[in-house]
Structure formats: structure tokens, C-alpha cells
């Protein structure tokens, strides 16, 4: 009589099911990298359509309003300016929203799709080199400090920058001195 074979497998048979496996699990499960992406964009579209917000309604009303980064809230709003007295300052009260009628302020981190999304960094830089996180719009819609003492409020926007990230995705949301607003 023979010896009786065992049963069970080879190293080989074993490392065949392993790579199979792998490969299956590789192709079932999605990459984060494109959920990163579409939340870069979604967030980015999100501070554009504020910063356009801004403009237009300021060109639509004849009244500064003021785009506004809270980057400790992570957080945007627009906002109309009080400039009654000597002082021009930011109303309390953002300005209505164009689709809900609630005040224009959301956080990043509540729009859809964006939860991961943060305030990099929100820098606008004037014609008299000093720099703000905030920019007003003037009645023509031309960028400007808008809050301050009167010669301060006038000047003119030379660049400005609105950067989002999370992780190693990045986007950022640039304005020009002519009121041109991008996305890259």
C-alpha cells in the first residue's frame, strides 16, 4: 500500500488566490484621489461664486460689499459696509444669499461634498502694499480695500489669493486688479 496523499495546497496555489485577491480588491475599491479632487472643486467653485457674488451684487445695488475669510472659522461671507462715519467697517448683517435669501456666511466645511476642505490662506494685497483678508467691490464691481479711513478704503486690489487645501490637493482662487476671478 501506497502512502496516503494529504489534502490541502501548494505555496503556489496559495500565492496564485493572494494575487487574484489583491488585484480584485485594487479594482473593487475606488481611490480617494478623485473624491479629493471633486472636493477641491466643489470648494473652489464655492469661494469663485462668493468673490462673484460680491461683484455683482455691488455692481446690481450701487453699495460696497465685502468679501470675507475667516480662516480660524473656515469660513467665507459677504457683507455690506457701514461707511457712515469716519470709519468704513463691515455690516454686521451678511448679505441675503441669491438662491436661499439667508445670509451670504458658510463654512467650508458644511458645503456638500467639502467636509475635508480648509482656508489655506485668504491674502489680498493693495496698491499701497498692505494686505488684508478681506476685499471690497466697489459700485463698479473694481476690486478695493473698502474698510478703513478713507484713503485706505480707496485703494486699489494689485493681486489677491484665496487658497483651499486638504492633504496634498490644492486649489487656489485668484483676483485680479480688474475684478477677474479664476480658479487653477
Known sequence: MGMARRG???????????????????????????????????????????????????????????????????????YGIDAGGPDAIASRTPVPHPATRAPYSMALSTLPATNTMALISCTFTFADNTSSATLAFDSTGTPLRGLGPA??????????????????????????GSGRITIS
Open 8 to 78: 490541502g495546497y501548494t505555496l503556489i496555489e496559495l500565492l496564485a488566490v493572494v494575487a487574484i485577491i489583491s488585484i480584485a480588491a485594487a479594482l473593487a475599491l475606488p481611490s480617494s484621489h478623485p473624491v479629493a479632487e471633486a472636493r477641491a472643486d466643489a470648494a473652489a467653485t464655492e469661494v469663485a461664486l462668493a468673490l462673484r457674488f460680491a461683484r455683482d451684487e455691488a455692481r446690481r445695488t450701487g453699495q460696497m460689499r465685502l468679501f470675507d475669510c475667516r480662516q480660524a472659522a473656515n469660513a467665507i461671507a459677504v
Open 151 to 176: 484713503a485706505a478704503r480707496t485703494q486699489a486690489l494689485r493681486s489677491g489669493s484665496v487658497v483651499l487645501g486638504a492633504g496634498n490637493t490644492r486649489r487656489s482662487i485668484a483676483v485680479d
